[in-house]
């Protein structure tokens, strides 16, 4: 009996070790395709690793494949397990809270970055309150939606990613790395070289997700998808693209294997380059392409390309050297003999995260992508107003619907700012990303003028509000707000010596575009003079407050919640019915009516 337990012992150990060493291998092929950036083998190798070794190593890395793939669900639940194996690690808790930010579980998350910082000694508490305050606001973005219309582009997307749709001489041109007939074999045997946030895949890679490479495609005005009619000259990606107005030059992203010296046996990087092609108006065909002068391939990527209307300025993006953290918004303006100037960082809208796809409007704004400020998760979509010659002021987040709590992107506008695209890779879509049309919900305003009751004159600096939204009037004691259809408002005007005045304002059944108008009429105050009201009767040797009474007393109760600060006296007397005394007590019991006055007045 011993040695047959020993015997199952012996085999049982055996069968262990070589478990064990099958795993080890299979965790070797892993971090073999993790450093090639083949993020989706790896994660198949991974997981295979972890069924018969389930180490805190193999399970982080499978974790960060996840992450890297932009898989929000299993990324979660393998950070969810990886913060319980190894409570020490900071950078493990600080990806689970931004994982959890990205499926909207804003709560959880704030408590991951809570613990993040105690963990990280150089995370700031300004850092962990600027988190905090991004997972409220995107809590109450959601709740609280702008008046956009936002809908997947359904005739644009497919099954793979597609982003970054522009318009072109009547036709939408985006980005996509769809199954092509003319690309799918080429591509089979061709490494994927991305950038996402910045950082680009190496030479080696088989694919950072496995599909084919970006290529450019145009949907024309009989609905039909087909490959945008440009001849590249590089198998590997191009896009996206960007045009002048009047459609004659396009630049956009390629990536080229080649002019690169190898070493043997040794990892390159391929970064991304912009070019540039005009159009030839005779036969309507694009020329060859010309290398924009900042590229380096062997130093630093340039992509996100944005030409101005009339093409003397070109926004991009890059990691290049004398930027402000991943990726930088750049800008370079044409001299005077057609040579584009050196990059100028725009310092006043980048940050130590990384800033994707600019795009100026008709206007003159600035419109980009964010990973860092206050957002809902991933990549936000930011407006910096132009304040003057080439420079912008703060940003401002475009919320929910523009924004997900995932990646939000490639945001473009038409000149009557009404409508246009953006990219996303939010719940709902059709592939990783997806590209949605939006239209700005006509507007519906409430509009008035403050007035001094008595003279009729308009107030100037009144403070007028909203809900929770103030504002002051202007000279002419004029405000104006944006409501929204089917709500119920307080307005509230206030203004020192005068007492505030409150309406309800309803916009139930008022359909957009159109303005409501609301005047505001102050008193002001005098002291010592009586607020008149209308007499106040009561039943026949009675002291309960009829509904007739309750009309006129209900003014004087709004008075007192509108001017908290206000001191009243309030009297009562009887008719000449009745003896002195009987009358005396019915006149104080009239006066203090206290379960009414409680119910009705302020504390």
Aim: hydrophobic share 35%.
């Amino acid at each position: 009996m011993k040695r047959l337990l020993s015997l199952v012992i012996l085999v049982t150990t055996l069968s262990l070790i070589a478990l064990n060493g099958m795993a080890q291998s299979t965790v070797k092929q892993a971090d073999e395709q993790y450093k090639l950036y083949n993020y989706e083998r790896a994660a198949e190798l991974y997981l295979k690793a972890f069924k018969s070794d389930s180490s805190l190593y193999t399970a982080s890395q499978l974790a960060s494949s996840y992450r890297m793939m932009r898989d929000y669900e299993n990324t979660e639940l393998w950070y969810s397990r990886v913060v319980e194996m190894d409570r020490q690690n900071a950078n493990n808790a600080l990806y689970y809270a931004e994982a959890l930010r990205n499926n909207s579980k804003y709560i959880e998350a704030k408590a991951q970055f809570s613990r993040y910082y105690v963990l990280k000694r150089d995370f700031s508490r300004a850092q962990l309150k600027t988190l905090s305050v991004a997972s409220d606001s995107a809590m109450r973005w959601l709740d609280n939606p702008q008046p956009v219309d936002v809908e997947n582009a359904r005739e644009l997307n497919s099954e793979r990613s597609d982003w970054g749709a522009v318009n072109y001489n009547g036709v939408v041109v985006f980005t996509s790395d769809r199954d092509h007939p003319a690309t799918a074999e080429k591509n089979k045997k061709r490494p994927l070289l991305y950038f996402p946030n910045g950082k680009e895949p190496d030479r080696k890679t088989y694919g950072w997700t496995g599909n084919n490479y970006l290529r450019l495609y145009q949907r024309a005005a009989d609905d039909s998808v087909r490959l945008f009619p440009f001849n590249a000259g590089t198998d590997y990606h191009t896009g996206p693209a960007t045009f002048t107005a009047d459609g004659s030059q396009m630049f956009m992203v390629l990536t080229r294997a080649t002019d690169i010296k190898r070493k043997t046996d040794s990892i390159e990087t391929y970064k991304l380059e912009l070019y540039s092609s005009s159009k030839d108006a005779a036969n309507q065909s694009w020329g060859k392409q010309t290398a924009f002068r900042h590229n380096n391939i062997e130093k630093w990527s340039v992509g996100d390309p944005f030409i101005t209307r009339g093409g003397d300025t070109l926004y991009f993006v890059s990691n290049m050297p004398g930027g402000m953290g991943g990726t930088d918004i750049f800008y370079c303006t044409k001299d005077e003999t057609g040579n584009w100037g050196q990059p100028i960082n725009l310092k006043t809208v980048n940050s130590t995260g990384n800033e994707r796809t600019p795009f100026i409007d008709a206007a003159g704004d600035l419109y980009f992508s964010s990973d860092a400020g206050i957002g809902m998760g991933g990549l936000d979509i930011f407006k910096a107003p132009r304040t003057g010659g080439d420079t912008f002021g703060a940003k401002q987040n475009l919320k929910y619907p523009i924004n997900s709590p995932r990646d939000d992107f490639a945001f473009t506008i038409s000149d009557d700012g009404t409508a246009g695209y953006l990219s996303s890779n939010r719940l709902g879509g059709y592939g990783s990303d997806d590209i949605y049309s939006f239209n700005q919900a006509p507007p519906l305003k409430l509009e008035g003028i403050a007035y001094d009751k008595t003279t009729r004159l308009p107030l100037a600096g009144t403070l007028v509000s909203l809900g929770k939204t103030s504002i002051r009037t202007d000279a002419t004691g004029r405000y104006n707000f944006v409501v929204k259809p089917n709500a119920s408002y307080e307005l509230r005007g206030a203004k020192p010596t005068y007492l505030t005045q409150s309406q309800t304002v309803s916009t139930q059944g008022v359909v957009p575009p159109k303005t409501i108008r609301q005047d505001l009429y102050l008193d002001k105050i005098v002291l010592n003079k009586a607020i008149r009201i209308d007499n106040i009767y009561y039943d026949f040797d009675k002291s309960f407050i009829r509904p007739d009474a309750a009309v006129e007393l209900n003014k004087i109760i709004k008075l007192l919640k509108d001017n908290p600060s206000i001191e009243i006296e309030l009297g009562s007397h009887t008719d000449s019915r009745g003896n002195d005394d009987y009358n005396m007590a019915l006149s104080r019991r009239r006066a203090h009516n206290r379960p009414w006055l409680r119910r009705n007045t302020p504390a």
